[in-house]
């Protein structure tokens, strides 16, 4: 009888520790903060000295490290397995959770990581994250404390990577979401209805922190003769082939929008005049440099129309800034087109 009520108590505690794992780890999804709350729940429950969460990169079939905690931290953060490669590779693959009491002589062990970081990996806990029948990832404990780690640990451990799974799961649904709402379907660029958030934000770094930005507005040249000669499929591929010609040569935090047709709005933080002319020009030279539909035998060029403006000293406020690089563009189109000329 005392048996079972030490049994009944023990299920209880596993169900309030379950109960706030699912909780903390569902209360948001924002991947970042899912991962946060997969942090504290581990160093809560577990106290483990070295621990990690890898995740799938589904393009590359690859894990690579989402957390690290612990002596090799700052080594592991850039190493990638392939999915089979390695024991964390191995749960990946399978979908099994592992134990193993002498990591070097596993068949399985990847040795190259730990000669790469210099650390030594004797024991390792290995629980598969899977939603839906698919492994988002694994998270292992490393040199845990064999004399401590009991059934229940084990137990418990899989539970929250099934809960993490599920939280991963919904953050990058969340997140696929958000991104059709912001994201131009042609040409795969952000969109004009985001284009007006970016400026907000913008406007509200530029008055926080005193510096400027600047916003380059474009115009394809004589574009409708691409639609009349070779149709609009060919024109709708052209866009986004030009939309990402454009990004490529940009920074990571600049924004590249269509603005609508084939008009375009590239949005340059921390750019002041000279340096926006600097880049206006960059992206003239490519789009004038580049042939389009070569293997398709069309060799299509296309030139442009810039204008660019600047904050604070162009405008006040969105519109204005919008106002006066369109402005400026136009007296580019109106006059010698494929050129690029600043607000003045």
């Not at 986004?240 to 949005?267: H, M, N, S, W």
């Not at 162009?314 to 690029?340: C, F, P, W």
Request: overall charge negative.
């Amino acid at each position: 009888m005392e048996k079972d009520r030490v049994d009944i108590t023990h299920s209880i505690d596993a169900l309030v520790l379950l109960r706030e794992v699912g909780k903390a780890l569902t209360s948001t999804v924002e991947l970042d903060q899912v991962l946060r709350a997969i942090m504290e729940m581990i160093a809560k429950l577990f106290e483990p000295k070295d621990w990690s969460l890898m995740m799938v990169d589904e393009q590359t079939n690859e894990l690579y490290f989402a957390i690290v905690v612990g002596a090799a931290a700052d080594k592991l953060r850039n190493v990638r397995l392939k999915v089979g490669e390695g024991i964390a590779g191995w749960v990946a693959e399978k979908g099994e959770p592992v134990i193993i009491t002498d990591a070097y002589h596993d068949e399985r062990f990847a040795k190259r990581v730990d000669e790469g970081s210099g650390f030594k990996t004797d024991s390792l806990l290995c629980v598969p994250m899977i939603c839906k029948g698919r492994t988002l990832g694994v998270i292992e404990m490393i040199n845990f404390n064999r004399a401590t780690l009991t059934k229940e640990h084990q137990e418990l451990l899989q539970a929250l990577a099934d809960f993490a799974a599920i939280a991963i799961e919904n953050a990058r649904f969340f997140h696929r979401i958000k991104e059709l709402t912001i994201i131009d379907d042609c040409t795969e660029l952000y969109n004009a209805r985001h284009m007006h958030t970016v400026l907000d934000q913008e406007i509200h770094r530029s008055l926080r922190y005193n510096h400027p930005f600047s916003v380059i507005f474009l115009d394809l040249d004589h574009f409708k003769e691409v639609n009349d000669t070779h149709g609009h499929l060919v024109g709708s591929r052209l866009l986004r082939d030009i939309g990402q010609l454009f990004k490529v040569k940009l920074r990571t935090v600049d924004a590249a929008i269509r603005y609508g047709g084939d008009e375009f709005v590239i949005i340059l933080p921390r750019t002041g005049k000279k340096e926006a002319l600097v880049v206006g020009n960059r992206l003239r030279d490519a789009l004038n440099e580049t042939v389009f539909f070569q293997k398709e035998g069309l060799d299509i060029k296309v030139t442009a129309s810039f204008g660019l403006a600047t904050y604070p000293d162009d405008a006040a406020n969105k519109e204005d800034i919008l106002r006066r690089s369109d402005q400026a563009m136009y007296a580019v189109k109106e006059s010698t087109r494929d050129g690029i000329k600043a607000a003045e």
